[in-house]
Structures are given as structure tokens and as C-alpha cells.
């Protein structure tokens, strides 16, 4: 069974994702990203690492802002994500390195435009089973 799940939404699209922790539940959310606009898990080509450091009001705010960073790598610079490596991830920060490939040499398609992510019915909670999280994605 599947992490993560999609929601429908008119005009947009949502993500649930499901984890026993927390950084396993930013990752997955970073792969339904990628699932939503490609269908497909990119392949491995010539690996670029990326490091990057963030910092947010709260957890919920910083899973936007990670999404944030796949969208931007993906629209700028035609860059999908083959792998993460979360180093920090606390209240309100995260580092972490992102492995990065181009579009043409991974196999991935883009077969739906993700404009932005949203804070639209954003939700980030602990349940007993681990973390869960619903976010939507302006299409």
C-alpha cells in the first residue's frame, strides 16, 4: 500500500501522506509531488546535490516551503528529485540535501502543471500511528 494518496479538488489537487515519522512523511510528500506532475518516479541520471536550509513558523509551514523548493528546482531549473537526505528537522527548520537529476535524462514526463503549493486546508498532525498530512496544489 501506498504512503500517500490523492485527493481531488476542483481547480486543484490534494496529497495526503501517511508516516511513522516525520522525515519519511516530508519525503513522501516530496515523491507525491513529483507523482502528481510526472505520474512517475524519475530515474537516476548525473546527479547533482543540492543543499538547502529552511526555516518556518511551524512544521505545517515548513512542509509547504520543502514542497515549495521541489516545485521551484522542477519550473527553474528542469531539475526532478531522484533522492533526499533530511540532516535537521525540528520545529521550524530543516536541512537537508537533495540529489537532483535534469528532466531529459531521468525519464520523467510532465503530464500536469502544478502552479503552487498551497496553505489552503493545509493540515500536519501527530496521530497514534505516526504523522499525517493533507496539502493542496494549485493546478
Known amino acids: 500500500m501506498s504512503p500517500f494518496r490523492l485527493l481531488e479538488h476542483t481547480a486543484d489537487i490534494g ?22 506532475i510526472g505520474g512517475q518516479t524519475p530515474q537516476t541520471g548525473q546527479e547533482t546535490a543540492r543543499a538547502i536550509e529552511l526555516r518556518a513558523t511551524d512544521r ?5 516551503l520543502w514542497l515549495q523548493e ?3 528546482l522542477f519550473d527553474t531549473y528542469g ?12 520545529e521550524t527548520d530543516l536541512r537537508a540535501t537533495l540529489y537532483c537529476t535534469p ?3 531521468s525519464g520523467f ?5 502544478v502552479k503552487a503549493v498551497t496553505y489552503h486546508r ?3 498532525a501527530s496521530t497514534p500511528r505516526g504523522w499525517l498530512a493533507e496539502v493542496y496544489f494549485d493546478l
Do not use: M, P
Open 15 to 36: 496529497l495526503q501522506v501517511e508516516s511513522t515519522d516525520l522525515a519519511s512523511l516530508f519525503h513522501e510528500a516530496g515523491r507525491g509531488l513529483q507523482e502528481i
Open 60 to 64: 505545517a509551514d515548513l512542509l509547504v
Open 70 to 72: 521541489w516545485l521551484f
Open 79 to 90: 531539475l526532478v528529485i531522484v533522492r533526499d537526505e533530511i540532516e535537521t528537522l525540528t
Open 103 to 105: 528532466v531529459e535524462q
Open 109 to 113: 514526463g510532465a503530464e500536469r502543471e
Open 122 to 124: 493545509l493540515k500536519l
